[in-house]
């Protein structure tokens, strides 16, 4: 079976106790945004933090993988945000897969809820030290336009980055 024909596997990463912040505060956005990567990279991708998107929406994590399949993940540590949230639906037309992310303390039952299009949206529980696929979200093929313009901005995006860590003083 050739590479571009199968779909990355997904390799579960043990998750830890619950990290804690040195007030006992929940695992903060940043650890989550971690653990994910980590996931993210188990599963084939070449995930970035922080990626701006055609429509000026920022992606907590998205990633890409040698078939050019683009998957997005917005990461929410509190109901309050999750509820607040009306706009994590305009990243859908961005990705081939779109995934929520939470910490382990999250009550991760919520996103059965409607709202939240379970038939279209995958679930994510991470740590700091890595994450587990608790729903896998579907594949929806982007448009090929759009593909070829989100890659462009994803690869130009990397490099800038990786040149910032190379010559710091730029």
């Not at 990567?37 to 933090?49: D, E, I, N, Q, V």
């Not at 982007?142 to 130009?156: D, H, P, S, V």
Request: proline content about 8%.
């Amino acid at each position: 079976m050739r590479d571009d024909q199968i779909r990355p596997q997904i390799l579960p990463m043990p998750l830890s106790k619950p990290f804690l912040a040195s007030d006992g505060a929940p695992a903060a956005e940043a650890d989550v945004a971690r653990g994910v990567s980590r996931l993210l990279k188990a599963m084939g991708f070449a995930p970035m933090t922080e990626v701006k998107l055609g429509n000026s929406r920022r992606a907590d994590v998205a990633g890409i993988n040698r078939r050019g399949m683009m998957a997005i993940v917005e990461i929410k540590t509190s109901v309050a945000d999750l509820r607040h949230d009306t706009k994590w639906p305009d990243y859908l037309s961005f990705c081939d897969c779109f995934y929520f992310a939470v910490p382990p303390t999250f009550p991760a039952a919520l996103f059965d809820e409607s709202a939240y299009l379970p038939e279209r949206t995958g679930l994510i529980i991470a740590d700091r030290f890595g994450g587990q696929v608790m729903r896998e979200a579907p594949e929806v093929r982007m448009n090929a336009g759009r593909r070829r313009t989100e890659t462009l901005r994803f690869a130009r995006r990397a490099a800038a980055r990786l040149h910032r860590l190379e010559d710091p003083g730029i």
